[in-house]
């Protein structure tokens, strides 16, 4: 059309509709929490003024009755949230990582320092203070972003942006999840076919 009252068209970015199946809700961030496989969905928000034009903000028991989500939350609420995941799986890997030095080194602390070193080398700890290691070798949380290319458009998916994403730098991986995804997309299990 080329009336200039109407709205343009909106079409959610088929890669999160797969994940999500938010079609009818703009401007969304979506998290997926590994290995759970807890799905949250980030709706904005707006206020009266809006309102008047838009309509109401989406109530999240709704969107998350609708999709089947395990939880919805606001816009707003997505960097707290990362912080939160990032913080909670971090402690539980260095957790882990401690514990596997532990086993390594033994109760009481005896045994080859050769031996040990090649251990915990195998350990994934290369003998560092666990709780100081800033590696993300060996199962560290990351962020994994959809970016990649499609080869039906030509056009790349772009990895989601939120002010507070910059201090995960080092713990984005922008390469995994787009292969997996476009993997999956393809190949379906019985289950998905009956649909």
Request: some cysteine; hydrophobic content about 35%.
């Amino acid at each position: 059309r080329h009336d200039t009252d109407h709205e343009p068209v909106f079409r959610q970015e088929s890669y999160f509709h797969y994940l999500f199946g938010a079609s009818l809700y703009s401007d969304c961030y979506g998290v997926i929490t590994l290995p759970e496989g807890k799905t949250t969905l980030f709706v904005p928000t707006w206020g009266v003024d809006t309102e008047t034009v838009c309509g109401p903000s989406p109530e999240f028991e709704r969107v998350k009755a609708e999709l089947g989500l395990d939880e919805v939350l606001g816009v707003g609420d997505l960097k707290g949230f990362v912080e939160g995941e990032m913080g909670r799986m971090r402690e539980e890997w260095l957790a882990e990582r401690k514990t596997k030095l532990m086993e390594v080194e033994g109760e009481d602390g005896s045994g080859n320092l050769e031996e040990k070193k090649e251990n915990a080398a195998i350990a994934g700890t290369n003998g560092e203070n666990v709780a100081n290691s800033a590696s993300n070798d060996g199962g560290a949380p990351k962020i994994y972003l959809l970016k990649g290319l499609n080869t039906d458009s030509g056009n790349f998916a772009t990895p989601a942006y939120y002010k507070g994403i910059e201090d995960f730098a080092t713990m984005r991986d922008e390469s995994a999840l787009f292969p997996c995804i476009a993997e999956c997309r393809v190949i379906k299990v019985r289950r998905l076919l009956s649909f």
